[in-house]
């Protein structure tokens, strides 16, 4: 089952809160929840397109387990859910009573050359700065990042704990190569420390 995104990114192996307000995607979650099957999170071209089909979807999308799900008080529905890998579109198979899909999983390096782990070392020491900098970062974030040695998850889990634009999420989640991916999150995580820096010093002078 498919379940349409508008606004937000998931990444694999990371736990993300997400809003279920349309009766359709809410359909498929619980068919998903009844069958104990995972689901395909996509995400919109359009996030204003209410009845999506399937042109208006990106061609990568992420495979998630959805948690329980709690109503909020205006009638939505709110979830954890875990990434668990990116995966292609391969076809849709189905449109009603929801969005059905078949998928390629891809599949990423677990390990690095040297140039590889020279990227990841550089992400590392820029987000252990970030961390010291930004009060919103919990400490455990960089070593729990330590412990990664695949570099695609490390790229992962370093982009959701920044607070990082939607464009910039949504370009790290369709770049599929893991070596190209940590070279854009370095750009990011230098321009993250410059912007924590000035505010630093502008706070430190106050």
Not at 31 to 51: F, H, M, S, W, Y
Not at 114 to 132: E, K, P
Not at 170 to 179: F, V
Request: proline share 6%; aromatic share 4%.
């Amino acid at each position: 089952a498919v379940l349409p995104l508008r606004g937000m990114v998931v990444f694999p192996r990371m736990v993300s809160p997400i809003f279920v307000g349309r009766e359709v995607s809410l359909m498929a979650v619980q068919e998903a929840q009844r069958r104990e099957q995972t689901v395909i999170g996509l995400t919109q071209k359009d996030p204003e397109i209410n009845d999506p089909g399937p042109e208006d979807f990106l061609p990568i999308g992420v495979e998630m387990a959805v948690g329980r799900l709690l109503q909020m008080p205006d009638g939505s529905y709110s979830a954890l859910v875990q990434g668990r890998r990116r995966v292609e579109i391969v076809e849709f198979i189905r449109t009603k009573p929801y969005l059905k899909a078949r998928v390629r999983i891809i599949n990423e390096p677990a390990t690095a050359d040297r140039n590889i782990q020279a990227l990841m070392r550089s992400a590392l020491d820029l987000f252990d700065r970030c961390v010291q900098l930004d009060r919103s970062i919990p400490e455990e974030a960089h070593l729990f990042a330590l412990n990664i040695s695949e570099p695609g998850w490390l790229s992962d889990m370093i982009a959701t704990s920044l607070s990082l634009n939607y464009e910039a999420r949504l370009r790290l989640l369709l770049t599929l190569d893991p070596k190209s991916r940590l070279t854009q999150l370095n750009t990011l995580l230098a321009q993250e420390v410059d912007v924590l820096e000035l505010e630093d010093e502008i706070h430190s002078r106050v």
